[in-house]
C-alpha cells in the first residue's frame, strides 16, 4: 500500500518538475540583472558537486543576503541543501556577484524586512516561512 501511494506521488510529482524546469530556464534568462526581484544562485551539488544555478529572491539583511524558499521545507529543497552542506554559495544580483558563507536557515520574522512592502505581502499570505540568511565573504 505505502509502495503504491509513492509511486503515485512520484508520477504526480513529474508536471510539476517539468514546470520548474520550463520556469527556470525563463527567469535565468533575467536573474542576476539590474532587476533585483530576480537573483542567480549558484551552488555545488551534495553529491555530484556540479554546479547549478537556480533563480530565485534575494535581498540584502545586515552583512549579507537573504533568500526566500518558496517551496517546500528548507530541508528538502535542492538548492538549499546544497548551499548548506557546502557552506556558501555565490549569488547575482542586481548586476553584480557576491560570495557568501555561513548559511542559516532563519524566520519569516527575521527576514522580510528585507523585502519590499509588495513581496512581504505575498509571502505572509502564502505562509512563506523559511529563508536562507547568507554572508559575505570576508577579505
Known sequence: ???????????????RRQANRRANALFLKIAGGRFRAYSALKHI??????????????????????MAVLYGEAAK???CRNVMAAGGCVLKTGGREYVLEKPEIIPASKALAAYPLLMRL?????????FVWAHRQQG
Not at 1 to 15: C, G, H
Not at 122 to 130: D, K, L
Open 1 to 15: 500500500m505505502q509502495e503504491n501511494t509513492q509511486s503515485r506521488e512520484r508520477i504526480a510529482a513529474r508536471p
Open 45 to 66: 551539488g551534495r553529491s555530484s558537486g556540479r554546479e547549478y544555478v537556480s533563480p530565485l529572491t534575494a535581498y540584502p539583511l545586515g552583512d549579507g543576503f537573504v
Open 77 to 79: 529543497v535542492d538548492w
Open 122 to 130: 505575498v509571502y505572509r499570505s502564502r505562509g512563506i516561512q523559511e
